[in-house]
C-alpha cells in the first residue's frame, strides 16, 4: 500500500439486509463508506432467491428494519409473511428512500484483502482488479448467501435446464407442461415444491432426508389490520427486542418455545400422544419438551411425525419414506403450506434416496441405483456454505499474511461474539459464527450487529485509536460458552447434519455455528463489553 490516504474510512461487503442497514449507520456516524456488492442491485438473499414459493418464516411487520419509524409507518406489507417479491421491494425503497445506492458500487466481487500493518488499513481487491483501501471492512456478506452445489456425477451433461433455487433467473420460468425433478427437501424445497407440483406436468422429488415441518397459514392483511399495528408499532418493536429470538409475534421459532414449555413426551400415556396428533397432527407430534434435550424423547416423536404424516399422504411407502431420522430442531425450523399434501397429486413422485441413491445426472435426466428419470428441468434446492462460506471465497489474508479461509478451514469456525476474528484486525464480521442470527430473526440479530460496529468504530475514532483485533483467548472462551449453552441438546448429535454445524458441507470442520442464549442476553454481554472498553480486544 502506498503513503496516500486510504480511499474511504470504511469497506462494506454486501447490500443485503445487514449492508444497506450498515451503510446508513455509518454514514450518520460521518464515515466515508463505499459498498462493493457482487450482484446488480440491493436485496442479496431476497434478491438472488426468487424461487416459486420464496418467503420469509418471521412476521412482515417484524422482519424489517426497527431503525426507522419513518419506513416502518410508509412501507405497506400485505401480508402476515411476506414472499420474497415484496422483501425485496421493500429493500430496494429503502435503499431509494436513504438515498443509499450513490455509495454502493454493484456487479463488483471482492475476491482477496489484505491488511497492511503499518499502514493499519485493508485492501480489497475486485474481481476485474480494482483496488480500494480503508482502514476497516464490515463483511457484511451473508452466511447464506453461498450457494452449495452437489457434486453429482455428470451435472454439466443434463440438455435440459439447470436451476438452482439460490440463483433463480430474474425473468421467472415457465414449468407448465414440463417434467421437473427437484433435489434437496431443506426449507427452499419444502417451499418450492408445492408450487412447482401446481404447474409441472410431473414433479418427481429426489430425497436425501427427510424433513420436519411446521405447517403454517399466510394471510393476507384484513383491511385495517397493517394500520392497527402500525398505530403501535413502538410497542410492538419494544417487545420484540426483549424476545430472546427477536420477534415476540408467531413465527417458526415462537411455535419451538412453546414446544420447551410442553409435558415431557416420555411420561405421556400412549392416548396423550395420540390425541396430541388427533388435535393438531404433525405439530402435535413434536410439541413436548424432552424432545430438545433426550434423543430417545426426540425418536419417539419421530415415529409419532411418522404417524401424523400417514393420516396426510394416502400411499404408505411414500409416507414411510417422508418420516425423517435426524433429530427434530437440528436444523432451522420449516415452515410449509401444503408440503405433504403435494404427495397425494397424481402428477408428484417421491424417489426415496435412502433407498437407491442418485448415481449420475445423465443428458436426459437423473439415474439413481435403481431406475431412470427422464427430466426438461433439474431444480437444485441444495443449501449453502453457511456462516463462513462468504469470507472463505475471498482471499483474505490479516496479520503476518494469515489466511482466514485456511484459519477456518483447520481450527474449525472461530470468532469472537461472531463479530470479529484473532488474527484479522479492523475486520468486523456481521453475523459471523458464534452469533445469535441461527436461531433467531436474522433482521433483529443483524440490526444489533451493526449498532455495535459503528458505535464502537466511533469509539475508536474519538479516542483515537488505530486498531481493533479479538484476542485469542477471548475467542476461544466465546466459543466454548455457546457450544456450553447446547451442550445438553439434541443439536450436538452426531447425526445432525445442518449448516448450524458445517455437517451439511462435505469436508467442513464441524461445530456448532450459533448463539442460543437470545438477543437480549447477547446484546447485554456485547453492551458490557463496550463499556468496560472492549474487553476481549486488543486496542492500539
Ligand atoms: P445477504 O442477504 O446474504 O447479503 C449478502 C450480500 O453480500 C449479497 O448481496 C452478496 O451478493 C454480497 N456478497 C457476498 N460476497 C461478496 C463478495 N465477495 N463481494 C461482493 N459482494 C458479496 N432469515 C430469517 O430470519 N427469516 C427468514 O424467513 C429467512 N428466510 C430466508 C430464505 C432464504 C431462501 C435464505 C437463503 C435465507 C433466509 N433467511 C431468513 C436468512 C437471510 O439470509 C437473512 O434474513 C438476511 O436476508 C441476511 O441479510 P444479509 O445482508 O446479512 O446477507
Ligand atoms: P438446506 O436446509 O441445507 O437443505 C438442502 C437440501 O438439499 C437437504 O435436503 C439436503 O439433504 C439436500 N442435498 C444437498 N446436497 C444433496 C445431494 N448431493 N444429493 C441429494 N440431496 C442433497 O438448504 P435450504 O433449503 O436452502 O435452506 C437453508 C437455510 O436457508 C434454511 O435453514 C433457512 O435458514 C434459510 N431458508 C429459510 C426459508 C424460510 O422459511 N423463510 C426458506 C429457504 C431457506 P441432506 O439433508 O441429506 O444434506
Partial sequence: MSDAAPDFDVLVIGAGFSGLYALHRLRQSGFRTRVLEKAE?????????????????????????????????????TETMPAQPEIEAYLNF?????????????????????????????????????????????????????PLEPDIPGMANFAGTSLFTSRWPKEGVDLTGKRVG?????????????????????????????????????????????????????????????????????????????????PPLKAAPREDQLRAIDENGILGALNWSDIFFDIDANRMAAKLYGEAVARIVKDPETAASLVPDHPFA????????????????????????????????????????????????????????????ALSRIDVRGRDGRSL????????????????????????????????????????????????????????????????????????????HATSLVAATVLLHPSCNSWYNGGNVPGKKRMYMGYTGGIPEYRRRCDDIATAGYTGFKLA
Wanted: with cysteine; glycine share 8%.
Fill in 41 to 77: 442491485n440491493v436485496g442479496g438473499t431476497w434478491f438472488y432467491n426468487r424461487y416459486p414459493g420464496a418467503r420469509c418464516d418471521i412476521e412482515s411487520i417484524e422482519y424489517s428494519y426497527s431503525f426507522s419509524e419513518e419506513i416502518q409507518q410508509d412501507w405497506v406489507w
Fill in 94 to 146: 429503502v435503499a431509494d428512500r436513504l438515498d443509499l445506492r450513490r455509495d454502493i458500487q454493484f456487479s463488483t466481487e471482492v475476491v482477496g484483502m489484505t491488511f497492511d500493518e503499518q499502514a493499519a488499513a485493508w485492501t480489497a481487491r475486485t474481481g476485474v482488479g480494482e483496488s480500494f483501501t480503508a482502514p476497516f471492512v464490515v463483511a457484511a456478506s451473508g452466511i447464506l448467501s453461498v
Fill in 182 to 262: 427437484v433435489i434437496g427437501t431443506g426449507s427452499s424445497g419444502v417451499q418450492l415444491i408445492p408450487v412447482v407440483a401446481r404447474d409441472a406436468l410431473q414433479l418427481s422429488v429426489f430425497q436425501r432426508s427427510p424433513t420436519y415441518t411446521l405447517p403454517w397459514q399466510v394471510r393476507p392483511f384484513e383491511p385495517g389490520e397493517l394500520d392497527e399495528m402500525k398505530a403501535r408499532y413502538g410497542e410492538i418493536r419494544a417487545a420484540q427486542r426483549e424476545h430472546p429470538i427477536g420477534a415476540a409475534r408467531l413465527s417458526a421459532f415462537s411455535v419451538l418455545l412453546d414446544m420447551l414449555a410442553s
Fill in 330 to 389: 437440528c436444523k432451522r425450523p420449516i415452515i410449509d403450506q401444503g408440503y405433504y399434501q403435494t404427495f397425494n397429486r397424481d402428477n408428484v413422485t417421491l424417489v426415496d434416496l435412502r433407498k437407491s441413491p442418485i448415481r449420475e445426472v445423465t443428458t436426459t435426466g437423473i439415474r439413481t441405483e435403481n431406475e431412470s428419470h427422464e427430466l426438461d428441468v433439474i431444480i437444485y434446492a441444495t443449501g449453502f456454505d453457511a456462516m463462513t462460506g
Fill in 405 to 480: 479461509r485456511e484459519f477456518w478451514a483447520s481450527e474449525g469456525p472461530l470468532s469472537y461474539l461472531g463479530l470479529a476474528v484473532a488474527g484479522f484486525p479492523n475486520l468486523f464480521t456481521i453475523q459471523g459464527p458464534g452469533g445469535p442470527s441461527p436461531s433467531s430473526n436474522f433482521v433483529a440479530a443483524l440490526e444489533q450487529h451493526v449498532e455495535w460496529i459503528s458505535d464502537c468504530l466511533e469509539y475508536l475514532r474519538a479516542n483515537g485509536i488505530r486498531t481493533i483485533e479479538a484476542l485469542a483467548t477471548a475467542q476461544q472462551e466465546w466459543i466454548d
